[in-house]
């Protein structure tokens, strides 16, 4: 993509294996190689709450992926952390068949929250930022949650699904807020915000 802008024109990294944010940030027209940021625990303080957990893990994989490797200082690095939440309650991905099942139950006819946590970072700065989301589920039966876990296999989502697929279809009656944020990147305001980063003086 030309785009005259040049936003578009700068390095960036994105320090993640996620297929969904790769293609959301190509599909933007970003100028985005993609490096993996592995050997990290996803853990966080038990006292964090909402946005907060997702802005903390956004920002362990940034420290992490600048101790591990040698970037120029005009690149741009990105990483991202995205969570679901339903009372009070975090749902990760889920560690097999079972976990998903239930986790899909608690969706089930009801509202949850999708927070994503995206931190911008160089060698000589950094910033963060979140969104979020309200999604709202249908009641789902037993047999269309297991048609879902058992053909779609969502173990690497965080709640056990993910909006674009055949769930997002046929189980969510509405979204307040960005869709883009649910699939696991809000596009909308990382384009704003890394324009704002640019412009800002070291």
């Known amino acids: 993509m030309n785009a005259p802008f040049s936003i578009f024109q700068i390095p960036l990294i994105l320090a993640s294996k996620s297929p969904r944010r790769i293609e959301m940030m190509q599909q933007a027209g970003f100028n985005v190689k993609t490096m993996p940021v592995d050997g ?8 964090l709450q909402n946005e907060e957990i997702p802005l903390f893990l956004a920002e362990q994989k940034a420290d992490h992926f600048f101790r591990k490797y040698n ?9 991202a952390d995205t969570i679901v939440q339903i009372n009070n309650k975090t749902l990760e991905k889920p560690a097999d068949r079972q976990e998903a099942i239930e986790m899909l139950k608690t969706l089930s006819d009801n509202i949850h929250y999708v927070y994503t946590g995206v ?21 789902l039966s037993y047999e269309e949650i297991t048609f879902y876990v058992d053909n779609y296999k969502p173990y690497d989502k965080a709640g056990a ?11 969510i009656e509405k979204i307040e807020g960005s869709y883009l944020n649910v699939v696991g990147l809000p596009v909308h305001k990382l384009y704003c915000h890394l324009n704002d980063f640019l412009k800002e003086k070291d």
């Not at 970037?71 to 990483?79: L, P, Q, R």
């Not at 699904?161 to 189980?171: L, R, S, T």
């Open 40 to 47: 990290i625990d996803e853990l966080y303080p038990p006292h």
């Open 71 to 79: 970037i120029s200082d005009d690149t741009v690095v990105v990483t």
């Open 119 to 139: 931190c911008l970072a160089t060698n000589l700065k950094r910033y963060s930022f979140f969104d979020e989301s309200r999604v709202f589920f249908r009641k």
């Open 161 to 171: 699904y993910g909006i674009q697929e055949w769930i997002g279809y046929v189980g």
